[in-house]
């Protein structure tokens, strides 16, 4: 706890003599001319470690209410605190995630510090930001398995959906639960108990693919425009779906969304190659500009340079030449000596 006072923190730490200029990299305390001043006076403060159980900043949440104030406040980013690469807890959770192989996603600190006190320990937070790459890449280190509880309100699923795409990219296997409404993680588990909780997560478990198709045909009603936009919706994230040990997967998933669309699987899969193509053509023509970008920025090409670019082919002519040397009068007896 950070006291309300103006300087209590930032008096008690130039006293033990630590550094000015990283103190104020923290965001613990800032200099307004020539005062210190505590930034979080008044507030609840939540260290953030990182995978190796280092502090790498902090989280504050404001006592009572202040409308004027925000009700969180984090460390401004600098070289070791990134927010976009941060889950909160993941230094505590990651063993119980490895042995339960399921990761528990919630959005805020105290959610995950009220799951940990009921004895539910694989869990970790997104400190109240949408999921990211590197989130999900973090996760993925222990497990393949995200289950992402969220408040059941219209924030809380869009929040949820956000990440979809992206883990699905990664290869994860995605379930949701919902909160019930007025409700969230820290205080649903208080009310209901850590069996009961427990309980509750096992049997709300929603496919998130599923779920978000349901969700947007109920949006789109007897609307057939809207319709064919789901359509669509769900062919691109379907699409994302490219992993080649994933690919039953995608199959089981084309096969349960085309019946529920009542729609035709062959067109299904043809709408999905389609955003795959689509995808790797701007992949590619990324990769060009890229490349021109490149050269159009090295300095003036030199004779070697010149030689350089007629002779490229040489290399592999060469090569080409020996193999047919010192291979080419070999008989293969069979595929695995080929191999």
Known sequence: YNPSATNTLSSHLLQQQFNPDLLIK?????????????????RIIFP???????????GARIIG?????????????????????????IYFAKQAIDKAD??????GYTDVISLHQAGIENVVASGGTSLTVEQLRNIKKYTDNLTIIYDGDAAGVKAALRGLDMALEEGLNVKLVLIPNNEDPDSYVRALGTNAFKSFIAENKKDFIIFQLELLLKEAGNDVTKKNVVVN??????????????????????????????VDEAGLYNLINT????????????NISSSTISTETNNTPTETDFNSLLQQDEPHERNLLRALLEHGLKKWEDDSTMA
Do not use: M
């Open 233 to 262: 919706q769900i062919a691109e994230t379907l699409s994302k779906i490219n992993k080649a040990e994933d690919f039953s997967k995608q199959q089981q998933y084309v096969k349960q969304s085309a019946a529920i669309l009542n």
């Open 48 to 58: 953030i470690h990182n995978n190796t159980g280092k502090i790498i900043g902090f």
């Open 65 to 89: 209410k202040n409308d004027k104030a925000p009700k969180y406040i984090n460390t401004p980013e600098n070289e070791i605190y990134v927010k976009s690469k941060v889950l909160y807890g």
């Open 275 to 286: 955003y795959k193509r689509n995808e790797l053509a701007k992949a590619e023509k990324k």
């Open 102 to 107: 399921e990761c528990l996603l919630v959005e």
């Open 26 to 42: 923290t965001g613990l305390v800032k200099k307004n001319g020539d005062e210190w001043v505590d930034n979080y006076r008044n």
